[in-house]
């Protein structure tokens, strides 16, 4: 029985990998332009750029370990090839749910629950981290508007309010337990929703601070990186109009459900209309926002992908 399960678990991976080469080759080949990859810029800046790398993962792997220890204590071997797994399944999946798929070949018997719990609590802040920047970039992009950008935001003004008014109640809901119980009458306990913000609730809030804190480092990070490719293409603007366009960039990029490997898409079209001349070519800015995909999605994903290829069976304990 158990050989025939792991040959079903063969079958699977063979036809997962499968489904994911086709899946990016078909991307990448609608959208693939040489001439938009002529650099700007020094070469040092895609050096730098690729270096805070592991530096993000290394971040996300302590936030797995700290987040999983009431599931399973991981080492950071064992936790960093969790991360690795899922950001692979997270590739091809919705919002990159499938993350908690990859995680899950990691989770000990019986925790797969927890495991769950606890990848929506890193979810959350990961989530916040981000609201929190986007609301920043909302309330100060006005003072860089100009003729190129009604367009955008003509359709993104209105709707600040109710962008400000949902990081506002997240802020609440994750670091006041008093606003969590209220929010709990409002779903069965029993549900998907009432489960979770037990869950949540249950949570130390030191905990929670600290999750939250390598959250706004990782965003950090990330945000340094499409600062430098910017410059690497030829971006021509002050910093700070760059990290608010930046934080607009992957609030709209957050909001709207979307499969890792169209993201490639989505947020080439945000940064067409974000970036526009005289601050950079739309060639540019597409070249930075496809390397950045490269860096911090392809590359750990490929990693995953033979991650995922070794496993024995579909848990690894």
């Known amino acids: ?27 990448l080949s609608a959208s693939w332009t040489w001439e938009a990859f002529r650099f700007r810029g020094e070469v040092h800046l895609l050096l730098l750029a690729m270096a805070l790398m592991p530096l993000n993962w290394s971040l996300e792997t302590a936030k797995w370990m700290l987040l999983s220890k009431k599931a399973q204590p991981l080492s950071f071997t064992k936790a960093a090839r969790a991360v690795l797994t899922g950001c692979f399944y997270g590739l091809f999946t919705p919002n990159r749910a499938g993350e908690l798929a990859g995680r899950l070949h990691f989770a000990g018997k019986g925790q797969n629950t927890r495991t769950s ?40 003004n209105p709707l600040k309010w109710l962008v400000w008014i949902l990081t506002a109640a997240l802020v609440l809901i994750y670091t006041e337990p008093g606003w969590l119980t209220l929010l709990k009458g409002a779903f ?18 030191s905990s929670l601070y600290v999750i939250l804190l390598i959250s706004i480092l990782r965003y950090a990070i990330f945000s340094i990186q499409f600062f430098l490719l910017l410059l690497l293409f ?36 945000l940064a067409l209309m974000l970036f526009l001349p005289p601050l950079m070519s739309p060639s540019a800015a597409f070249a930075a926002t496809f390397i950045l995909w490269v860096i911090n999605l392809l590359l750990p994903a490929v990693i995953g992908g033979f991650i995922f290829a070794q496993l024995r069976n579909l848990q690894e304990t």
């Open 1 to 27: 029985m158990t050989r025939g399960r792991n040959r079903l678990f063969k079958l699977f991976q063979i036809a997962v990998i499968a489904f994911a080469v086709s899946f990016l080759y078909d991307r």
């Open 117 to 156: 719990y606890a990848f929506f609590n890193g979810s959350v802040a990961q989530t916040l981290a981000t609201l929190l920047a986007g609301s920043v970039a909302l309330a100060l992009i006005p003072d860089f508007i100009t003729e190129g950008d009604r367009h955008w935001w003509v359709m993104l």
């Open 188 to 205: 069965p306990p029993s549900g998907f929703i009432g489960r979770r913000l037990q869950m949540l609730q249950e949570s130390k809030r």
């Open 234 to 269: 030829g971006y021509d603007g002050s910093a700070l109009e760059a990290f608010l366009r930046i934080g607009i960039l992957y609030l709209a990029s957050t909001l709207i459900p979307t499969v890792a490997l169209a993201e490639l898409g989505l947020r080439e079209s």
